[in-house]
């Protein structure tokens, strides 16, 4: 035993202090337990790691029979192995610089407890995800991120943006579920357990299927829970809006770690979907559309956080752009390397915001080079490792990604390049926008204290530097080393294609700033639609919201409700009463009568037994 | 032979949880007027001490099962998880009724003392193995019990409460004591064993019908304690008029002691007979389940919908008892576990609620507690939720386990009607709900004061079992599973 149930279990008691007593205690005790509780967690994460060696076996603790019920049987059981590992790793290691830096962040907000309770919360969630060894426990991690997540999207509640933003979350992130519990049934019909080790040793002996199977079915049921968690295609619409919560919020969960999960899950699942080669399609296709549409998107927004957004959801497009194509391990290789950079984005950018007290429009930013210098550097280290310039950690993760797709299908390789060019473009044109030209707003910069700038550093090394943590390696012993080219003009182009990113970048924004107004003149309709992100929110308004809503009121309130249900209900309950209040004659009060029924009863039951029957 | 007849040591530690209780609730009677005049928290002490001692002996008994004096009583997983249970829900008791005696202004030492006699009888049924031990122990926690339904002796519900509760309970009893003189006529024995194989002999056709009718007997005084119809008559007066701690107890404590004689009873000794007594069992279950929900609907007063409520879930176990399999045994078990949290948790509230002198009782008298109390007003909303059998809840999983045991005995109409009878249920559970959240404050609302501490912690206690049963429910059927499995 390595009591694994230690790793989450440490954050849920921080959680609990902060939650009862947060409110009472001083700020600084407040942040102390809520990043002590994470430090205990990464620490006790690193011991189990090293006491566990090599990992070449699953390490799986079985605690105690969850839920029975007839041959089936949940048992909450935890379990590490090498995917496990790298994601704890991620997990507790940046969760541990996004606490540390939240405390210098929130230190002038409200609420300051409530946050580091939920911030806590979320880490407890995440590791019961990342830990679990059944799909029951992992949907319990699951659920419980969404619930996080929601908690802090709408952490500013009397804000109503940020208060319909956690509800878009959560609504969205429902249709997402209800897909990931149909695969659960659907698994444990077809297999009779949801133990990973169980299913997937069964599943390993079917055969592949040709067209589409159960396996297929469930690997697509799968695949939504994904899209609604990490942002896909078409359930991505809540992660931008859910940019309203605090910026170390946006950092954490919606960068680097809840988002990912459903990367996660697939990988998790490769044995499955390697027998579904119809599903492996659908989760390139989808990651691929998810990378252009996000990216072409993230081409035209002011908002620095909405930039970074649309980003991640382009970024994760890639992920699932990688499992489809069976690259699962370059998959899981981008989760980390995102997870630095992506993290160092946010977080640089929540500096700048916390600089220009609060202000996130670009347009009003400018010269903050050498107003803010530190984290400038950092940022800047974090938009090359995204770029892909090598040979920094986006470089190799994005290669391996673009490399398996080309052997996949060279179509798929030439779209992730233009991809990865608009990725260039945008983070850059973000950089310049900011730091570069003059300053364009009315307030004085200061740069952030060094309880933000720290993990910022910390950040900007590993984002510099990730890529040579060989992931793909570590992970062999799960994942067939998915084939891929091995051609070097196909790495200078990528290469290039990030580098003329960053060239038209620096010509736009810094070398001649009036050509993205006439550009955008000349391309009026096309502007309007990108900057606009498609009319998606405006079309599912239209073709979900507004029918549903309106359907709902006029037919499910008016019509069924009060018509047919409340008459059936009343009918039924004025007759149910006038049961209970022929009950009452039984319940005369007096003793005599009672007396009575009991012989009454006696008579009845002694005569019954004795007469009817027989005995055996 | 006469060396025989002194008990061995292990005997003394089998034993050992009601040894602790009678020597407990003899020292708390004499220390009563011994104590000097203002520290109340004396006696209270010294009754939680004793209870948990006894808790801690009755795990460490379970350590060595086995029969002690002369196979009289019987250890074993289906026994200790009773005893726990017993003396859970005793504790519970003393923690909510500490605060309700004081301000009553009721001396404590008697009640303290009669409590844990009562707990003691309750050890002793549940690890009975032969009728006349059976019968002490049913004794002892009923005499106990009279007393308790009217400690507040001013009080004239609760003369009223304890006269009925006593003259129908000898009345009962009598039925009882008939059948266990019947079945020794029969059988020559008392041993719960001994009269199965007395009754598996072949050749026993013409008494076959003198033991059925012996067990019917029997039936009529367990169907009595657990307030199953048609003998259920007393339980909504007797639970009004008690002072509702005593009335989460009786709802609690004795009532699951009582299922696990029936439960012991019929599954050992008498289970030769099942064909005749399923069916009556099946007709009570479902009668208990319709007169409990149904006359609940009507009720005004809060701890009168409560007894109502009480009667039904005797229903649902009663489910569980008629399905005559070990999986019916663990559900059995496991929902009077959750029962006993939910239930005194409810009771708690009203006791709190209600003042001194048992003012304020009426359903109404809850108006716009979400409002005024938000704490306790949730708190009394998870006990209801739970009631119900919502989701998370020991309600759920335990309601969950008997219709399941029930459909895998086959007995399908009784599932479904169940079922039916759980939804009829939700709706006097969810008016409380609907009149705390959705009405104005009224005066005993507004006049209320704070929880007090003990009751607080009590509360909390109380809620947090009932999500871990509803979260983590194998902690507990686990082991009811194992020892449901009885010693025949």
Redesign the interface.
Known sequence: MHHLWLIPTIPLAGSMINLLFGRRLPKIAVSGVAIGSVLLSFLWVLNVLSGLGGLEEAHIERY???????DFNVG?DLMVDRLTAVMLLVVTGIGLLIHIYSSGYMAHEEGFSRFFAYLNLFMFFMLILVLAANYLVLFVGWEGVGLCSYLLIGFYYLKKSAGDAGKKAFIVNRVGDFGFSLAMFLIVVTFGTLDFARVFAQAKDMPVEAGVGTLTVICLLLLLGATGKSAQVPLYVWLPDAMEGPTPVSALIHAATMVTAGVYMVARSSVLYLKAPLAMDAVAIIGLVTAVLAATIGLAQNDIKKVFAYSTVSQLGYMFLALGVGAFSAGIFHVVTHAFFKALLFLGAGSVIHALEGEQDMRLMGGLRSKIPVTFATIFCAAVAIAGVPPFSGFHSKDEILLAAHHHAPWMYWVGVVTAGMTAFYVFRAIFMTFFGSYRGHHHPHESPWVMLGPLCILALLSLGGGYIHIPHFLEPLFPLAESAHESTLVYISVAAGLAGIGLAWLMYVAQPGLPDAISRSFRGLYTLVYNKYFVDEIYDAVIVHPLRDGSRSVLWKGIDEGVIDNVVNGV?RS??N???V??V??S?Y?RS??T??V???V???A????????? | MSASFLPTGVEYIRLLPEIILAIFGTVVMMASPLRPKESRNFLYTLTLIGLVAALWASIAAYASPGTAFQGMVIIDGFGTFFRVLVIGVGILTILISHQYLTRERAEPGEYYSLLLLSVLGQCVMVTANELIMLFIGLEVSSIASYVMAGYLRHDRRNNESALKYFLLGSFATAFLLYGVAWIYGITGTTNLAEVRAALLTPGLAPTGMLASAAAALMFIGFAFKVSAAPFHVWAPDVYQGAPAPVAAFLSAGPKAAAFAILLRVYMTAFEPLADRWEPILWLSALLTMVIGNFAALTQTNIKRLLAYSSVAHAGYVMVAVTTNTEMGTAAAMFYLASYAFMNIGAFAVVAHISRQGEKYVQIQDLAGLGVRQPLTAALLSVFMLSLIGVPLTAGFFGKFYIFKAALDANLVWLTVLGLLNSAVAAYYYLRVIVVMYMQEPVESTNSLPPLPTGLKATLWGAAAGTFLLGIFPSLVLDFAGRSAALVK
């Open positions: 105690f029979t969850w839920i029975q019920s007839g909450f309950g149910a009463r049961v209970g209040s009950l009452r039984m319940q009060g003793i009672y007396a029924w009991v009454l009863g006696s009845i039951v002694v019954a037994i004795s007469f009817l029957g027989g005995s055996r």
